[in-house]
């Protein structure tokens, strides 16, 4: 524990002399009062600073956010787009399979055909004997052997 002397400018201690530390300077109350709003400046500075980076932070994920949006939303345009041209596509090639499956049905004379198949091939109507019935209630398949 040092000691302190009003006589010397020096501390009193167990081991050797040092110097005293300097003492504040005589500040005048109007210099007090403007030092002290020079330090609440500096205090008001740094939240007002904070608060305008995390300002600029806001709006630069608001701005991130709306170009993302918009560029969702056209891609969501563009897919749409792309919906409808496919559906119009498929509409096209509906009505396409349907009039040439109309146009082979209608060229198909199935008259013609049977008498072909009477006629030059031989073919008849199948008889009573040659007639086989059986019931499918099970999953099973069924071979037939024999004549």
Do not use: W
């Not at 167990?14 to 400046?41: D, L, S, Y």
């Not at 509906?94 to 009477?118: F, G, P, T």
Request: aromatic residues 8%; hydrophobic residues 40%; proline residues 3%.
């Amino acid at each position: 524990m040092a000691i302190r002397t009003s006589y010397s400018d020096f501390v009193q201690g167990t081991a050797v002399r040092k110097e005293a530390p300097a003492q504040r300077p005589f500040v005048r109350p109007e210099e007090h009062r403007a030092q002290v709003r020079k330090h609440a400046r500096r205090r008001v500075s740094l939240p007002v600073a904070a608060s305008a980076m995390l300002a600029l932070f806001s709006f630069a994920i608001c701005a991130y956010m709306m170009v993302s949006y918009v560029r969702l939303r056209s891609e969501l345009t563009e897919m749409n787009r792309s919906v409808t041209a496919k559906r119009s596509e498929l509409s096209s090639m509906i009505s396409h399979n349907d009039a040439e499956y109309n146009r082979i049905m209608a060229s198909v004379d199935l008259s013609e055909i049977e008498a072909i198949a009477r006629g030059e091939l031989g073919m008849t109507y199948a008889s009573e004997g040659q007639i086989c019935f059986y019931s499918g209630e099970t999953s099973d398949y069924m071979r037939r052997y024999g004549n």
